[in-house]
């Protein structure tokens, strides 16, 4: 399969075009198009083959980019039987395709760029995934996650719901006068918490090294320096066991604040939970795996 891929690349190249190209002037994004749909307007944007349908002297084929999708319509009398062949024999599901046209509507009422000019913007070697609607294998999926991107809309959806969090966590300490930091993440002495660490040997110092199992030492030495409200979101290491549920490197938060307890703590926490689920959800109540859950209502209980 990768073979024939590479024959036709080296078709389009010998046509003229550059199957890997540097850039391209996407005027609009896809979302954009479909959501502010006016027929007969010009359209000029980008985006990845996700299915190609030709019937006799016209192609339909399914664009997509990072938001959203949009079909696409080339017909033999237009593109000219040159092009239109170029397109037919040597473009694959797969390659990322720049297009230039003008917005119509079928029968079906489906919004559709009629295609006047189009580019490969990069060849796709390798084919998607089959079905790639439902890559199933999970350790297809975490190997190789650009493909779990692709396959799976949820996946993505969940990769920007992580990084609003993020954005809306340090909005929140940000707001209560709490300090972002970044401490090491080499230390003399694998400290702050019990875990195995990975070890490193520094080179110009000569000396042994370990990836930090947690920040909290030297957090803790910001405050005996002076600041009262400081925070870390960043990578801590811990060289055990690896499944779905438990990865040697993550990221974790911790906040320390001078002259609180674990009341004051445990406060700050319920307020940050209910902040990210009422910007991020837009409710206080919840349910997970069946269960309800009202953060409006938080309970305490001693151990």
């Given at each position: 399969m990768e073979e024939i891929r590479r024959k036709k690349l080296?078709?389009?190249?010998?046509?003229?075009?550059c199957p890997f190209a540097r850039n391209f002037s996407k005027s609009s994004d896809i979302k954009e198009l479909v959501d502010n749909f006016q027929e007969g307007k010009d359209a000029q944007t980008a985006g990845r083959i996700m299915a190609?349908?030709?019937?006799?002297?016209?192609?339909?084929g399914d664009v997509k980019d990072e938001g959203s999708k949009i079909q696409f319509y080339l017909k033999l009398d237009s593109a000219g039987k040159e092009r239109f062949e170029l397109f037919l024999n040597n473009i694959d599901i797969g390659d990322i395709i720049g297009l230039k046209g003008t917005l119509?509507?079928?029968?079906?009422?489906?919004?559709t760029i009629e295609v006047s000019e189009f580019a490969l913007l990069a060849k796709s070697l390798r084919p998607l995934p089959e079905k790639w609607h439902g890559l199933k294998d999970i350790?297809?999926?975490?190997?190789?996650?650009?493909?779990?991107?692709?396959a799976n809309e949820k996946v993505k959806e969940i990769f920007i719901l992580r990084s609003r969090i993020i954005t809306k966590i340090r909005e929140f300490l940000d707001s209560r006068g709490y300090l972002e930091v970044e401490t090491p993440m080499l230390q003399e002495k694998?400290?702050?918490?019990?875990?195995?660490?990975?070890?490193?040997?520094?080179?110009?110092?000569g000396i042994d090294l370990f990836l930090r199992i947690a920040p909290e030492l030297y957090l803790k030495r910001?405050?005996?320096?002076g600041f009262e409200k400081v925070y870390e979101i960043n990578r801590s290491f811990r060289n055990e066991g690896l499944s779905t549920r438990h990865n040697p490197e993550f990221t974790m938060l911790e906040v320390y604040t001078a002259y609180a307890d674990y009341e004051d703590v445990m406060?700050?926490?319920?307020?940050?939970i209910t902040f990210l689920a009422e910007q991020l959800l837009?409710?206080?109540?919840?349910?997970y795996q069946g269960k309800a859950i009202d953060l409006s209502r938080w309970e305490r209980r001693s151990f």
């Open positions: 080296e078709a389009m190249r010998k046509a003229g075009f190609l349908r030709s019937h006799g002297k016209s192609i339909f119509f509507k079928t029968r079906t009422q489906e919004p350790e297809i999926r975490f190997r190789r996650r650009y493909l779990d991107l692709l694998a400290g702050g918490a019990t875990g195995n660490p990975f070890k490193t040997h520094h080179a110009a110092l910001l405050l005996v320096g406060k700050l926490t319920e307020e940050l837009q409710k206080k109540q919840l349910s």
